[in-house]
């Protein structure tokens, strides 16, 4: 809670600092279904275009059969994506055959034709889809203006960057998912009122649930068990419900990864000496190796043993990984701090049919308008923190928690870059960047004035409808390299690549960014 007198009056005034959950009335709904609609258009319609395996998908979609048909192996990133992967496969997929991949290891080399990769890409692009109204519950909440929370999710459904690579059958979409509806969980949790108990302890459910989806979709998702562990300490002044809220989330996502884990390590229960190491991938223990070898369904006994050899391997893989190479013609990583201005571009896939000419492209681009937007919020809620900090303003920061804990979790996700030593990639960057997202609506939602000029709500909404015309001409611009459209020249590519750092050129161009020195080559 933050204090505050009245003004004109003698008045003690008691502001809420986190804002309580929205009705769901009818105009809330409306604008729900608005938004589902845009984010339908530009994720889920046409998913399976193009049939091509791109990135990633080579080696998601080699495990995914792996689980279909009860194959043992392990992986450098925990099992639920996959599971989600291999599950819609099973459900709605196409293809009569799902064995093409089941001597392979790692990934993919070739694919056959007329091979569906709809019931791959199924849930993961349909958790894509619903991170959009998930983000709009979030902005309603924090702006409490549907106007302003249907424009702010702009910042997602027009990205191209994260339009292109969610729509494959990737671990983002999933990862995504459940992190905003952790972050969603906390804040409401946040700004239930102490009576609501039973609310209270649904959402602190909820968070438990998500932040266990999130532990065993990526590695990288270790860093949102702050969240919880924030939110409990948003609610230290009454630390009954702080514990108890607290010790719901941890041990229900406890529940949650040894759940996913043993659904895991049960579905993958047949060893194929095609494999690595005769199917064990690694030396396994004396402990794992007898329950592998043994031929039946893995009991929970096994449990410990087995995660064990999981985890060792997922060292192992990423301590195998090359570092970063600026003079490599086909490097395509980037360091973190390139990451925030959409730096550096992936081209996923590519064909020509005019021997060269031109390329058709599956393009890793950021939409620029949307990106630096981001980063200016991202800015502008530093500012605001440390300028209150410095010089406190005569109105006190209406969401100073929900700044301080949203910047943390920005900085906090780097952290564990240090022990990471494969390289990483530009869509590495974006959960921080559904976190700037976030901090943008907190920053527009506490700027009630520059200058001696008030900033009323429809000055707000007036210029996020200006900006949502940029973004979405943008989008436009960037649109053929995102959905696999028309054939871009070199000239025309090269239009489009404004920041040299981006590395955007012609699959046949040397590198732009200009980060090869003669030192290195």
Not at 49 to 57: G, H, N, S, T
Not at 171 to 194: C, D, I, K, N, S
Request: aromatic share 16%.
């Amino acid at each position: 809670m933050v204090c505050a007198w009245s003004s004109g009056t003698a008045e003690y005034v008691r502001m809420p600092e986190v804002p309580p959950p929205p009705r769901f009335d009818r105009a809330t709904w409306l604008a729900l279904l608005v938004v589902s609609v845009a984010a339908f258009f530009t994720y889920l319609y046409y998913f399976d275009y193009p049939a091509v395996p791109f990135w990633d998908e080579r080696y998601y979609i080699v495990d995914a059969q792996k689980y279909i048909h009860g194959v043992y192996f392990v992986d450098l990133h925990p099992p639920l994506g996959k599971l989600l992967v291999a599950l819609g496969e099973r459900l709605f997929g196409d293809n009569v055959d799902t064995t093409q991949f089941l001597n392979v290891t790692y990934w993919a080399t070739t694919v056959p034709e007329g091979f569906s990769f709809a019931g791959f890409r199924f849930f993961p692009v349909l958790l894509a889809w619903l991170t959009a109204p998930l983000l709009f519950l979030l902005f309603f909440t924090i702006t409490r203006s549907r106007v302003l929370a249907m424009l702010l999710c702009g910042l997602y459904i027009f990205d191209n960057a994260l339009v292109v690579h969610l729509r494959g059958a990737m671990l983002e979409g999933p990862l995504l998912f459940f992190t905003v509806l952790l972050l969603l969980a906390a804040v409401w949790l946040l700004g239930t009122p102490p009576a609501a108990r039973r609310r209270q302890r649904t959402l602190a459910l909820v968070m438990g649930i998500a932040l266990g989806c999130v532990l065993t979709t990526k590695s990288i998702g270790v860093v949102m068990v702050w969240v919880p562990i924030a939110a409990a300490w948003g609610l230290r002044r009454e630390r009954r419900r702080a514990l108890e809220c607290l010790t719901i989330a941890a041990i229900v996502s406890a529940v949650v990864v040894l759940a996913v884990w043993e659904v895991h390590f049960t579905l993958a229960r047949h060893l194929n000496p095609a494999l690595q190491e005769q199917g064990f991938y690694q030396t396994p223990s004396p402990a794992a190796r007898a329950f592998l070898q043994s031929g039946q369904r893995v009991p929970i006994a096994a449990f410990p043993a087995l995660l064990g050899e999981a985890l060792r391997y997922a060292r192992w893989y990423d301590s195998a990984r090359p570092a970063i190479d600026f003079c490599r013609t086909d490097e395509k990583a980037s360091p973190f701090w390139m990451w925030p201005i959409g730096a550096r571009s992936v081209a996923y896939w590519w064909d020509t049919d005019d021997g060269g000419k031109s390329f058709r492209y599956l393009y890793l681009q950021v939409n620029p308008v949307v990106w630096w937007t981001a980063l200016a919020g991202l800015i502008a809620a530093v500012s605001l923190l440390v300028g209150s900090a410095i010089a406190p303003p005569a109105r006190p920061l209406k969401h100073r928690f929900l700044l301080t804990m949203f910047t943390g979790l920005y900085v906090a996700y780097f952290v564990p870059f240090r022990w990471i030593h494969g390289v990483m990639f530009l869509y590495h960057y974006f959960i921080p960047l559904i976190l700037s997202f976030v901090l943008l609506a907190l920053v527009i939602d506490e700027i009630t004035q520059l200058g001696s000029r008030t900033i009323t709500m429809g000055h707000k909404q007036t210029a996020l409808a200006l900006w949502l015309v940029a973004a979405v001409a943008c989008f436009w611009f960037y649109k053929p390299m995102t959905y696999y459209e028309r054939p871009l020249t070199p000239e025309a590519l090269q239009r489009r690549a404004i920041v040299a750092l981006w590395d955007l050129r012609c699959i046949t161009c040397p590198h732009a960014d200009g980060l090869c020195t003669s030192a290195q080559k």
